[in-house]
């Protein structure tokens, strides 16, 4: 950490190691905007390693980390984090947060863009964005173990997976219709989708 830095986000990994974001404040009257550095460390302040820097993971250059998908409670040594890479998309991985070891468990079906998971912390849902025709592109899987499949969004917005079924069969999204938002469902098996909430002048964001 640099002197112009504090402590932001705190998540504990055990009942003896946690993660902590830091932020700072670019000038006097600014509220703390987060550096993107995540760090690991022990209660008492020993073991410290960067997680992530901006645009770089220590030791892995040219890579760069999104976010904590999930610290395994049930795991004292390992947490998921989705990563970025110069010619490659995201990747889920798993990171030992002693020893800094990286393990790839997923890959992004797409050269750019994100993933979603599911509540399994399986990708479900990929999306990247065509800058030469300026529209998203979409991937699914179907089942969790199975292949990524393409499909095309009928709304006018990007759509954002919020949640899938407990059975696996549908799948709730936020998505942007003539300019507002509401939630739609899809139909895993067949890629049909419905308004669940939806109005014209009321988007659901702000209920």
């Given at each position: 950490m640099t002197p112009d830095e504090s402590v932001g986000a705190i998540r504990w990994v055990s009942d003896k190691r946690l993660l902590f974001s830091t932020q700072t404040a670019y000038g006097t009257l600014a509220s703390p905007s987060p550096t993107g550095k995540i760090f690991a460390v022990n209660?008492?302040?020993?073991?410290?390693?960067?997680?992530?820097?901006?645009?770089?993971v220590t030791g892995r250059?040219?890579?760069?980390?999104?976010?904590?998908?999930?610290?395994?409670?049930?795991?004292?040594?390992?947490?998921?984090?989705?990563?970025?890479?110069q010619g490659r998309g995201q990747q889920l991985e798993m990171v030992n947060v002693y020893r800094q070891r990286w393990r790839v468990l997923e890959k992004s079906p797409f050269d750019g863009g994100g993933m979603y998971t599911d509540e399994n912390n399986v990708p479900r849902f990929a999306f990247k964005?065509?800058?030469?025709?300026?529209?998203?592109?979409?991937?699914?899987?179907?089942?969790?173990?199975?292949d990524w499949v393409d499909f095309e969004s009928p709304f006018k917005g990007d759509i954002t997976p919020l949640k899938i079924s407990a059975d696996g069969k549908d799948a709730l999204m936020s998505a942007s219709d003539a300019g507002t938002?509401?939630?739609i469902r899809m139909d895993m098996d067949t890629r049909e989708f419905e308004h669940v909430l939806y109005h014209k002048r009321v988007p659901a964001n702000s209920i």
């Open positions: 209660y008492d302040g020993s073991k410290q390693f960067v997680v992530q820097a901006p645009g770089q250059s040219g890579f760069s980390l999104n976010g904590v998908v999930d610290v395994l409670p049930d795991d004292d040594k390992h947490i998921l984090v989705m990563t970025n890479g964005l065509d800058s030469k025709t300026n529209t998203t592109q979409y991937a699914y899987r179907p089942v969790a173990e199975g938002f509401g939630i």
